[in-house]
Nanobody, 122 residues
Framework: QVQLVESGGGLVQAGGSLRLSCAASGRTFSSDTMGWFRQAPGKDREFVGAISWNGGSTDYVDSVKGRFTISRDNAKNTVYLQMNSLKPGDTAVYYC???????????????WGKGTLVTVSS
């Protein structure tokens, strides 16, 4: 059974940091584009960032550039999202995603995690 399992979410004060992890199982994702989306209450799911299969390319939504960093460890079948200088507006459920193509787009995701909640207090 193929699974993406997120961890690392929680409650943090504005200006703080969190590191999300997404552990994949069931098959190797070393050839997939991996990334993160988020969904705040009452809002649509939005793209946060992505990393290409070999880590050679990354992409971020403008609102997180310079604050968030995506990385991956293909040997561990895991992708990470380091989030620094967090803002209340970053509060959302964060979802790990896998796609066979680049760039990462919501309608081209073929595997989703169940999400992890990030809450940033002011």
């Amino acid at each position: 059974q193929v699974q993406l399992v997120e961890s690392g979410g929680g409650l943090v004060q504005a200006g703080g940091s969190l590191r999300l992890s997404c552990a994949a199982s069931g098959r190797t994702f070393s050839s997939d584009t991996m990334g993160w989306f988020r969904q705040a209450p009452g809002k649509d799911r939005e793209f946060v960032g992505a990393i290409s299969w070999n880590g050679g390319s990354t992409d971020y939504v403008d609102s997180v550039k310079g604050r968030f960093t995506i990385s991956r460890d293909n040997a561990k079948n895991t992708v990470y999202l380091q989030m620094n200088s967090l803002k209340p507006g970053d509060t959302a459920v964060y979802y790990c995603a896998a796609s066979r193509v680049w760039p990462l787009q919501l309608y081209r995701v073929h595997y989703w995690g169940k999400g992890t909640l990030v809450t940033v207090s002011s």
